[in-house]
C-alpha cells in the first residue's frame, strides 16, 4: 500500500473537515475540549485554517481543518503536508468525496527524497480496504511514480531511464515491450526522433508497449519524453533551462496513466508509445532551416529547435495512428503558451470531439482536477506556412499552444484523439512541495473509467 496510506489503526487521531459556512451550526457536535481550542484560536474554518488537540498522553487526539467557501478538491493536502507522521481518520469530511480527500492526503504528503540521506516519513490516512481502497491506492501509486519520473534529473533519467522504468512496467504487468534505438530509428522509419536526439550523448530511442486482449477496444497513448531539453542550437537562457529535467513530463503522465489501466485490468487493448530524446547541442545536432522527412510522409522545415517536442510527437503519433485505436490520447510538456493562457494548475486540452471533449470536462469536476478545452482553431494552420516544406514547426509568438495542437493534428488520423499540454509542475503552496505534479491526469482517468469500465 502507498506509504502515506493504511487499512486500518488502533488509534488513529480524527480528522474533523468544515467548510467556513457550516461551522458554526455544526461544531455543536465536537468534544468540548475540541470546541474549546478552536474558540480560543478563532477558528473559523477559512481556507488551511487547523487546529490540533491533544490527549493526555500528548498524543494527537483530533485535527479541525477548514475547506473555506470554495473548498480545492486536494485540500488535504494541506494536513498531510504539515501534520507528523502517525495514523489519522476521518471523521468529518466536510462533504469532499473520500477519492478527494485521499488524493490531495497523498499529494501533500509526497517528497521526492531519493537523494536525501533521510527519508520521509509522512503521516498515514485510514482507508479502509475493499475495491474502493484499492482504487484509491493505486491511483496514489501512479501519481507518486509519475512526480519521480519527473523529479529524477536527467543524469539519472535520461531516454535510457524513461526506456527503464517503462521495461520495469512491461515486467510487472507481463506486457509486451519493443524498443528501437540510435540509427535504427531510420531503418524503421522514425526520422524526427533521429532528428531531435542524434547529437545527445545517449542514443534516442522509441519505446512501444503492448498489454490486453486484442478483441477489447484499443487505447493508445503517446507522451513526449524530452529528457532534457537547452534548445538545441537555438540555446534556451539560463532561466528557461533550470527546469528542463521536466520535459518528459508527458512521458511520465502517460506511463503512469498505463500503470492505472493495467493494475486496474481495465477492458481495453493497451498500446503506449514514448519517443525518447535529448535535445542537445553537438556537432550532429540539427539546425534551423533543415527539412526533416516524417513517418507521416510529410516534410518540415524548422523555425526553431527548441520546438522539438513537437516532431519527436509527429512521429510517434503516426505510429499510433497505424492501428486505428478507438481513442488515442497524448501528454505532452509541450508550450510555455499554455501557461500563459491558463496558468500552471490548469490543464488545457484539445480534441475535435464534442463527445470526448464533454466526457472530459465532467470527469475533470468529478475528480476535481481542473481542465479546459482549448479550440483547434484550423485558420491558424497558416502560421505554419512553409514555402520550402509541408509545414515548417513553430508558428511564431502568437497562439502557441493552439499552433502546437495544429501541429501535431497534421500527423493524426484517428477516430478520437486528445492532446493534453500540461506544465507537469508546481510551485510550492499550500503546503503542496515544489516539484514535479500531474496535470489532468485524474481527468483523464475518470473519463477512461467511464468509457470502458
Same mark, same amino acid.
Given at each position: 500500500?502507498?506509504?502515506?496510506?493504511?487499512?486500518?489503526?488502533?488509534?488513529?487521531?480524527?480528522?474533523?473537515?468544515?467548510?467556513?459556512?457550516?461551522?458554526?451550526?455544526?461544531?455543536?457536535? $465536537?468534544?468540548?475540549?475540541?470546541?474549546?481550542?478552536?474558540?480560543?484560536?478563532?477558528?473559523?474554518?477559512?481556507?488551511?485554517?487547523?487546529?490540533?488537540?491533544?490527549?493526555?498522553?500528548?498524543?494527537?487526539?483530533?485535527?479541525?481543518?477548514?475547506?473555506?467557501?470554495?473548498?480545492?478538491?486536494?485540500?488535504?493536502?494541506?494536513?498531510s503536508a504539515k501534520l507528523p507522521a502517525g495514523d489519522y481518520e476521518v471523521a468529518r469530511d466536510g462533504g469532499q468525496p473520500l477519492a478527494n480527500i485521499a488524493a490531495g492526503w497523498a499529494d501533500g504528503a509526497y517528497r521526492f527524497d531519493r537523494y536525501l540521506k533521510t527519508k520521509a516519513n509522512p503521516p498515514?490516512?485510514?482507508?479502509?480496504?475493499?475495491?474502493?481502497?484499492?482504487?484509491?491506492?493505486?491511483?496514489?501509486?501512479?501519481?507518486?511514480?509519475?512526480?519521480?519520473?519527473?523529479?529524477?534529473?536527467?543524469?539519472?533519467?535520461?531516454?535510457?531511464?524513461?526506456?527503464?522504468?517503462?521495461?520495469?512496467?512491461?515486467?510487472?504487468?507481463?506486457?509486451?515491450?519493443? !524498443?528501437?534505438?540510435?540509427?535504427?530509428?531510420?531503418?524503421?522509419?522514425?526520422?524526427?526522433?533521429?532528428?531531435?536526439?542524434?547529437?545527445?550523448?545517449?542514443?534516442?530511442?522509441?519505446?512501444?508497449?503492448?498489454?490486453?486482449?486484442?478483441?477489447?477496444?484499443?487505447?493508445? $497513448?503517446?507522451?513526449?519524453?524530452?529528457?532534457?531539453?537547452? *534548445?538545441?542550437?537555438?540555446?534556451?537562457?539560463?532561466?528557461? @533551462?533550470?527546469? +528542463?529535467?521536466?520535459? @518528459?513530463?508527458?512521458?511520465?503522465?502517460?506511463?503512469?496513466?498505463?500503470?492505472?489501466?493495467?493494475?486496474?485490468?481495465?477492458?481495453?487493448?493497451?498500446?503506449?508509445?514514448?519517443?525518447?530524446?535529448?535535445?542537445?547541442?553537438?556537432? #550532429?545536432?540539427?539546425?534551423?532551416?533543415?527539412?526533416?522527412?516524417?513517418?507521416?510522409?510529410?516534410?518540415?522545415?524548422?523555425?526553431?529547435?527548441?520546438?522539438?517536442?513537437?516532431?519527436?510527437?509527429? #512521429?510517434?503519433?503516426?505510429?499510433?495512428?497505424?492501428?486505428?485505436?478507438?481513442?488515442?490520447?497524448?501528454?505532452?510538456?509541450?508550450?510555455?503558451?499554455?501557461? !500563459?493562457?491558463?496558468?500552471?494548475?490548469?490543464?488545457?486540452?484539445?480534441?475535435?470531439?464534442?463527445?470526448?471533449?464533454?466526457?472530459?470536462?465532467?470527469?475533470?469536476?468529478?475528480?476535481? #482536477?481542473?481542465?479546459?478545452? +482549448?479550440?483547434?482553431?484550423?485558420?491558424?494552420?497558416? +502560421?505554419?506556412?512553409?514555402?520550402?516544406?509541408?509545414?515548417?514547426?513553430?508558428? *511564431?509568438?502568437?497562439?502557441?499552444?493552439?499552433?502546437?495542437?495544429?501541429?501535431?493534428?497534421?500527423?493524426?488520423?484517428?477516430?478520437?484523439?486528445?492532446?493534453?499540454?500540461?506544465?507537469?509542475?508546481?510551485?510550492?503552496?499550500?503546503?503542496?512541495?515544489?516539484?514535479?505534479?500531474?496535470?489532468?491526469?485524474?481527468?483523464?482517468?475518470?473519463?477512461?473509467?467511464?468509457?470502458?469500465?
Open positions: 500500500m502507498h506509504k502515506a496510506f493504511t487499512a486500518s489503526a488502533e488509534t488513529p487521531a480524527r480528522l474533523h473537515l468544515f467548510r467556513a459556512g457550516e461551522w458554526d451550526d455544526a461544531s455543536g457536535d $465536537l468534544p468540548a475540549a475540541l470546541r474549546a481550542q478552536a474558540r480560543a484560536q478563532g477558528f473559523k474554518a477559512g481556507t488551511g485554517e487547523m487546529v490540533i488537540l491533544a490527549d493526555s498522553e500528548g498524543e494527537i487526539a483530533d485535527v479541525l481543518f477548514g475547506l473555506g467557501d470554495r473548498p480545492d478538491a486536494l485540500a488535504a493536502a494541506a494536513l498515514r490516512l485510514v482507508i479502509g480496504d475493499g475495491e474502493d481502497a484499492d482504487a484509491l491506492d493505486r491511483e496514489a501509486e501512479a501519481i507518486s511514480l509519475l512526480r519521480d519520473l519527473i523529479n529524477t534529473p536527467a543524469q539519472d533519467m535520461g531516454p535510457a531511464g524513461i526506456e527503464t522504468a517503462i521495461q520495469t512496467l512491461a515486467e510487472e504487468f507481463s506486457a509486451d515491450l519493443s !524498443v528501437i534505438t540510435g540509427d535504427d530509428l531510420l531503418s524503421e522509419n522514425y526520422p524526427m526522433v533521429h532528428a531531435v536526439g542524434r547529437a545527445a550523448a545517449e542514443a534516442p530511442r522509441f519505446m512501444e508497449l503492448s498489454w490486453g486482449n486484442d478483441d477489447h477496444p484499443e487505447l493508445a $497513448l503517446v507522451g513526449k519524453g524530452v529528457a532534457f531539453d537547452t *534548445g538545441g542550437l537555438n540555446l534556451k537562457p539560463g532561466s528557461g @533551462m533550470k527546469l +528542463m529535467k521536466k520535459d @518528459m513530463g508527458g512521458s511520465a503522465h502517460v506511463i503512469a496513466l498505463a500503470r492505472l489501466v493495467m493494475s486496474s485490468n481495465l477492458p481495453v487493448r493497451l498500446k503506449l508509445y514514448v519517443p525518447a530524446v535529448e535535445n542537445a547541442i553537438g556537432r #550532429d545536432a540539427f539546425r534551423p532551416s533543415d527539412i526533416l522527412q516524417t513517418r507521416k510522409g510529410l516534410t518540415v522545415e524548422i523555425d526553431n529547435t527548441d520546438a522539438e517536442g513537437r516532431l519527436i510527437l509527429g #512521429d510517434a503519433l503516426a505510429r499510433a495512428c497505424e492501428s486505428d485505436p478507438d481513442l488515442l490520447v497524448d501528454f505532452a510538456t509541450l508550450t510555455g503558451a499554455a501557461r !500563459v493562457a491558463l496558468g500552471p494548475d490548469l490543464a488545457p486540452f484539445y480534441t475535435d470531439d464534442g463527445d470526448l471533449a464533454d466526457a472530459i470536462s465532467a470527469a475533470g469536476t468529478v475528480s476535481g #482536477d481542473p481542465v479546459w478545452r +482549448m479550440p483547434l482553431w484550423d485558420p491558424y494552420k497558416s +502560421m505554419l506556412k512553409s514555402s520550402v516544406a509541408d509545414l515548417q514547426n513553430s508558428g *511564431g509568438r502568437f497562439a502557441g499552444s493552439i499552433t502546437a495542437a495544429i501541429f501535431l493534428k497534421q500527423f493524426v488520423d484517428a477516430r478520437r484523439w486528445v492532446h493534453l499540454d500540461v506544465w507537469g509542475w508546481r510551485e510550492g503552496k499550500y503546503g503542496r512541495p515544489e516539484g514535479g505534479a500531474a496535470c489532468g491526469l485524474r481527468a483523464i482517468w475518470a473519463m477512461l473509467r467511464t468509457r470502458y469500465a
